[in-house]
């Protein structure tokens, strides 16, 4: 039987709490229609769902890439005396045993090492030192990179993935996302520029929270809910 076209490595199962709304079982069923030999979930700051989804995806013959989507906190010596700017999103997917250890040290520094009442984050300094066995994904409109891009700064973008390309040295993935935003199509070009010059590798991602489109409005109210 041939394999689908298309994998997806950003999904946010209902581990993403009042956030994503796909259960484990339901993701592999749709992994089972339609053809796809491999899914990564990549839930908001936690892995509460490796083990599940692991098995399930494993039980119905479908590799399961675990991984997580990450908050990088703005650091002091990046913006002198200015605001501290929201935390950044960076997905990282783990290719091996190393990798995961890592990965489960940053997730629970996010949230033990924060400064209380702050959303679990992790400054860009930390990864460093913990980034052996994970591939990193450059986060979207929401990450560094796309969001220096809206601002107009490209000179900082570029230093930022740089950085990036840096600690996760032959890792690193520009992620080009079209899911219909002008906000997206105003940074592609520059985006695509910037791998080029940098010559990395383009990955295409749709991040998905929900399973169909008929769940939009069920999943909006999650949201309304949430917030």
Known sequence: MSHADFVHLRVHSA?????????????????????MPAVGITDSSNL??????????????????????????????????????????????????RGYQNLLSLVSASYLDGDAGSEPQVPLSRLAGSADGLLALTGGLKGAVGRLLGAGQDAAAANMLGRLAEIFPGRLYVEVQRHGLAEESAIEERLLDLAYVHDLPLVATNEAFFP?????????ALICIAE
Do not use: M, W
Request: aromatic share 4%; charged share 20%; proline share 5%.
């Open 212 to 220: 169909t489109a008929r769940d939009y409005e069920a999943h909006d």
């Open 48 to 97: 509460f769902g490796a083990l599940e989804f692991a098995l399930a995806a494993t039980g119905a013959g479908i590799q399961p890439i675990i991984g997580c989507q990450l908050l990088i906190g703005g650091e002091a010596e990046d913006n002198p005396g200015a605001t501290r700017p929201d935390p950044d999103q960076l997905v990282v997917l783990v290719q091996n045993q």
């Open 15 to 35: 581990y993403s709490l009042s956030e994503g709304a796909i259960k484990i079982k339901d993701l592999v069923a749709l992994c089972q229609r339609d053809s």
